[in-house]
């Protein structure tokens, strides 16, 4: 029954995501780009410029050049305690843009500068500018460039160094903290860069395999509780 509806509420995100995309196409087409432009479909009606001002607005943050209103902004309270998965959050807007047909709105080059100041020396990258490198983030990073086509920046090999353990299972950063949702990562982060040969599959499968609990659900470890995030992931 979770299967289903699990499935079903899959296919519901995929054919509303789809006719965002055929309706923001059919805008574009038409030439309406003015502030009050709206796309109507499955997801109902939706104003499109407010939605691309406030997030333009929260990615200037980020890494385009700011004004100093924004850069005050930089030292709110909101602001410094998100600082360090800022490049998670880049992500998801300008995934968001694209989405809505407005990804033209940022500065490509901008974007793809300030993503590869936040790799680390390990090949990896941290959540910003100067933090540590992390599985969830160094994602994001090869999302981002893969949005633009911009795969040809990164060094490869050196992105490519995996963190699996001989058990199978993945360690999301060099202190080892190990989650199953990491293994979902990692695999994703190899499977854009090509590089899935990197890793041993039957040992990640065997590991995630053995977190799986009586109820049906997955954990992070061996022996936890069962969790709908890494139920997801492991899925």
Request: net charge positive; glycine share 8%.
């Amino acid at each position: 029954m979770l299967k289903k509806t699990k499935e079903q509420g899959q296919k519901k995100m995929v054919h509303a995501v789809a006719s965002a995309k055929k309706a923001a196409a059919a805008e574009r087409n038409n030439g309406k780009k003015g502030k009050n432009t709206k796309i109507i479909g499955r997801m109902g009606e939706l104003v499109v410029e407010r939605h691309v001002n406030y997030i333009l607005a929260v990615e200037k943050i980020n890494f385009l050049s700011i004004p100093q209103t924004a850069r005050q902004r930089k030292d709110d309270f909101e602001s410094v305690v998100m600082e360090h998965l800022r490049i998670n959050g880049a992500y998801w807007g300008l995934t968001t843009l694209d989405i809505l047909g407005k990804i033209e709105t940022v500065n490509i080059d901008e974007v793809v500068s300030w993503v590869m100041k936040c790799q680390h020396g390990s090949g990896g990258f941290g959540g910003n500018i100067g933090h540590d490198a992390h599985v969830l983030y160094t994602l994001s990073a090869v999302q981002i460039l893969a949005l633009f086509d911009k795969m040809n920046v990164l060094d490869i090999d050196k992105v490519s160094n995996c963190l699996q353990n001989e058990d199978g299972s993945f360690s999301g950063d060099m202190w080892g903290e190990v989650d199953t949702r990491f293994s979902y990562v990692a695999m994703c982060c190899l499977s854009l860069l090509r590089r899935l040969d990197m890793i041993n599959v039957e040992k990640a499968v065997k590991y995630i395999v053995s977190c799986k609990n009586l109820d049906g659900g997955f954990r992070c470890t061996p022996g936890a509780e069962s969790h709908a995030g890494q139920s997801d992931s492991s899925n």
